[in-house]
């Protein structure tokens, strides 16, 4: 693999999980249309979106061993405390890793959503 592009989880609401991201963790969107919502993004790098089922998902356990790691440069402290005011309430503990500090929430469907202030790569070294 060379490079990831694009990442696309599907939702059972698009409407509810539209709002999820944008009112709660404050993601913006670039564009949408009835079947999905890709957010913001920057040029060069892997977008993000939701989608409407590509097959069904009635009595389907989402986000089960799905994880993706946006990397952010705001205080972790401060974003996490703003998810919980979001009403965000599956945020864990800012934990350490090899890349940086980070955070887990989940969205609405069980998708697990890791917020990562990265290292910078002579720090990992």
Known sequence: MRQLTFASL???NLEA???FYTEKLHFEIDNSNPQACVFKYNQGEASFAIRT??????????????????A????????NA????????????????PFG???HVKDLDGYKLTF????????RD
Request: hydrophobic fraction near 40%.
């Open 10 to 12: 599907q939702v059972k």
């Open 17 to 19: 999980s539209k709002d």
């Open 53 to 70: 089922p590509l097959e069904p998902l009635e009595d389907k356990e989402l986000g089960i061993g799905v994880a993706l790691w946006f």
């Open 72 to 79: 952010v440069t705001e205080n972790l402290e401060e974003l």
């Open 82 to 97: 703003k998810f919980i005011v979001n009403g965000i309430t599956t945020v864990t503990p800012i934990f350490k890793t």
């Open 101 to 103: 500090s980070a955070f």
């Open 116 to 123: 990562l202030n990265p290292k910078d790569k002579n720090e």
